[in-house]
């Protein structure tokens, strides 16, 4: 059967654009760019629009992008739906093993990983690693946390996503000394992802690199300046160094943007106790336990 008239060229360009939008412009922009893939005349079913974003997800190199890209390619359910893969079925699965070493310490988890790896959802080793990343987020554990991020990066070692996420939970797990040259490397090969580059300095003053954390906080921020999370871990690396006037300065930021942040104001509080500002803490303190009182 011939093919209608498709604009390869067109849809290239168009290809390029979402791509540099990513890497470029933090995804500014790119709702309007995916809407025009959507509609391209190539896109016969939303088999050929998930490998779009599959192919995207292999060529976008912020964390952001990453990020925005696996929600959009988790929503294309109707992909697997076609092939009458049971998507309800396999997230009981992720949440049987979740529970299963939140709540019974590993127990039978072996068998039930057995059974995921197996279970049709996971027919390339990109959605295998996303849907065992997903699992390894949820786990309160930290070693095994760390052991199910390594089966991930196994499946897929060069992913932006899942390196800062190992990295974190490295970080938790106090192991800086192997989160460090991994951020080192995914900061380098992505200057302008501002949520890396916090996850790399939150790890550098965790290390007593105050210096180095400082410069990279700013950095963050020259990308994207009102991120809270950055504003608030960049405050609490300063109250770590004892520069209180500056935390308070930063914290003051951070709640100017959203004012009822109660992690904010919980730091806050506490950066103000180590100041000896008892009063100011106590205030803040009741601020954030009242948020939390009424959600």
Not at 25 to 42: F, I, M, W, Y
Not at 49 to 70: D, N
Not at 77 to 86: E, R
Request: with cysteine; net charge negative.
């Amino acid at each position: 059967m011939p093919q209608q008239n498709i604009d390869i060229v067109g849809l290239r360009a168009l290809q390029q654009e979402i791509i540099n939008c990513y890497n470029t412009k933090n995804g500014e922009g790119v709702d309007a760019l995916l809407q025009a893939l959507r509609e391209h005349p190539a896109n016969n079913d939303e088999r050929w629009f998930t490998k779009q974003i599959s192919y995207f997800l292999k060529q976008v190199s912020s964390v952001q992008g990453q990020l925005q890209l696996s929600e959009i390619m988790r929503e294309a359910k109707s992909v697997l739906k076609s092939n009458n893969i049971d998507l309800t079925g396999l997230r009981s699965l992720q949440n049987k093993i979740i529970d299963c070493y939140n709540k019974e310490h590993g127990k039978n988890a072996e068998s039930l990983l057995q059974a995921f790896r197996e279970h049709p959802a996971n027919y390339t080793n990109e959605w295998t690693a996303r849907n065992l990343a997903y699992i390894a987020k949820q786990i309160r554990y930290i070693p095994t946390k760390l052991e199910i991020f390594e089966q991930v990066l196994m499946l897929e070692p060069n992913n932006i996503f899942h390196l800062t996420s190992y990295a974190n939970a490295l970080i938790r797990a106090k192991k800086l000394d192997k989160a460090l040259p991994i951020l080192d490397k995914v900061t380098k090969d992505n200057p302008n992802d501002y949520k890396a580059l916090t996850t790399y300095s939150n790890a550098l003053a965790a290390h007593g690199n105050f210096d180095q954390a400082f410069k990279c906080f700013e950095q963050a921020l020259a990308i994207k300046d009102d991120d809270t999370t950055t504003l608030n871990s960049y405050a609490n690396a300063l109250t770590a160094h004892g520069d209180f006037d500056q935390a308070f300065e930063r914290f003051e930021q951070s709640l100017a943007i959203e004012k009822e942040n109660t992690t904010t104001l919980t730091s806050y509080a506490n950066a103000l106790t180590a100041h000896g500002d008892f009063d100011q803490a106590f205030e803040r303190f009741e601020q954030s336990l009242a948020i939390e009182k009424d959600n």
